[in-house]
T-cell receptor, first 115, second 117 residues
């Protein structure tokens, strides 16, 4: 079953505009991550936010987390054509040290940035 | 800097055929994972290996087997392929969680596109 669900499923914007994607999840998490997938390629880790954090920045990326609403958002500012990709949230449940981390991915948002 | 390498990149099979998808990582990671990605479904975990010598089922293990050949290599086998296994398969690796606030992200290969007729 999918833990995270992204909204919207698809988003088309002009270069220079901001893009906001949302993710909702169902159960308690240890942290939440965002990944990017370019067409025909594997996923690339973008940013992680821990359950005790509310906001995090990395370059043009801003992630927020509201654990009371079980939701997160990813904001990409001043978007570029190269930002065109699918974006996935992934939740990371609690596990024990020494174990593998099992991520549960949402269904993704397809972002198209028009030049 | 190869990272995670998957072979083959594309494969077409007939129903009932078997095949093995190969994955190798050169980052000295302990943990490795196999996912499948279907349209509109995101990624779903098939099997994972926390460390060399161990494997565990993920969310959708039926119809698959895995082998952690050594620290670098983790293979996925379809014994009798079915059309429902048509998908894109991704292998990933990460360092084992050491507890506390430490964290290492998962690194993905570019996938194997598998079609079963």
């Amino acid at each position: 079953s999918q833990q995270g669900e992204e909204d919207p499923q698809a988003l088309s914007i002009q270069e220079g505009e901001n893009a906001t994607m949302n993710c909702s999840y169902k159960t308690s998490i240890n942290n939440l991550q965002w990944y990017r997938q370019n067409s025909g390629r594997g996923l690339v880790h973008l940013i992680l936010i821990r359950s005790n954090e509310r906001e995090k920045h990395s370059g043009r990326l801003r992630v927020t987390l509201d654990t009371s609403k079980k939701s997160s958002s990813l904001l990409i500012t001043a978007s570029r054509a190269a930002d065109t990709a699918s974006y996935f949230c992934a939740t990371d449940g609690f596990t024990t040290p020494g174990s593998a981390r099992q991520l549960t991915f949402g269904s993704g948002t397809q972002l198209t940035v028009l030049p | 800097n190869a990272g995670v390498t998957q072979t083959p990149k594309f494969q077409v099979l007939k129903t009932g055929q078997s095949m093995t998808l190969q994955c190798a990582q050169d980052m000295n990671h302990n943990s490795m994972y196999w996912y499948r990605q279907d349209p509109g479904m995101g990624l779903r975990l098939i099997y994972y290996s926390a460390s060399e010598g161990t494997t565990d089922k993920g969310e959708v293990p039926n119809g698959y087997n895995v082998s952690r050949l050594n620290k670098r290599e983790f293979s996925l086998r379809l014994e009798s392929a079915a059309p429902s296994q048509t998908s894109v398969y991704f292998c990933a690796s990460s360092e084992r969680w050491r507890g506390g606030a430490s964290y290492q992200p998962q690194h993905f290969g570019d996938g194997t596109r598998l079609s079963i007729l």
